[in-house]
């Protein structure tokens, strides 16, 4: 049976050329890049040109990104690296935050949750854009730390870093590498390596990951083809959502109306549970997702849904499409097809 990708924000295919520069890394670069002998030089000369690639792009200094394993490591690494200096200090913090996020701040003694009162936060932790509903979220602009997990941002549109003084990356939403990720960093931040070692610049230990660093490099080259792709999904989006929208008053789309990433509909089905639906759907060959996918297998309503106002029972309804740049209209149709069936409408 034909399948059909529709779960872009769970992760994506690697490229081909992440491919074949992760396997080139593996073949060529295998040396450790801590090693002063010629094989440790070639794979260090290979992931300093990795970094000033990616650092490029950012339109940062090559310095201030350290190679993370993921964005979720990232995350645990900056606030917990913060936590000694800020975390007597409440954080200002948006309640629809991936746990990656929530995690590591339950260490800290006070969490406000936005929009609550931002004075005294010696921090403010925003995702630039939803995982599950895709809304789009400007930074706040506070004298504090401001955090900002451009996770599932990056590449679907312009990330900036002018408004925030720390960011993560995940590789493996933009066509690069499984364990490849960033934390970029302001300098002068009041933060304390959790991971001892040389090795990058003492911020994260462990020799580094030449195949992942390598491809994330490889999957940043085509970022802008790939943005370009993702602003072209706009108007299949919208064309999905409106023909949902016309099969019941019941239905809604979460954050319509709203700036949005272009690949995401959070379709909220009422009478519906979004988990039978998505199971029709993938045994009609259809991979969609209910919610974060870090969140499937747990029966709890996604958080990031009720923090919006819906109720429990609303938030087990959502069904999330996310589409890969360079989704075809035919597919598109065909998902809502099947999806026409699967609601009985
Ligand atoms: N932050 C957001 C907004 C995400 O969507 C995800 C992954 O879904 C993460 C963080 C964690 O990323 P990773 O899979 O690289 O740990």
Redesign the pocket.
Known sequence: MERHYFDA??TTPPLPQVLEAATRAMREAWGNPTSTHREGQRARHLLEEARRAVAASLAVAPAQLVFCA????A?HLLIRGLRPALGDLPALVFPGE?S??LNPLAEWTGVRWMPADPGGCATVVQ?AAS?ETGILYPMPALPAVRIK?A??AWGKVPVTLADCDAAVF?G??IGGPRGA?LLWMRPGLPWTALLEGPQERRRRGGTEDQPANLGLAAAVAELPGRLERNAGLAPLRDALEAEVLSWSPDYEVIGRGLPRLPNTSALLLRGHVGESVQIALDLAGFAVSTG???HSGSTRPSHAVTALGYSEAEARSVLRVSMLPGTAPEAVAALAAALKQVLGR
Do not use: I, R, V
């Open positions: 924000n769970a993921s964005a979720t490591e995350l991936h990656a996020c995702m995982n997990d996770a599932q995940s493996h939403k990720a974060s996918a870090c």
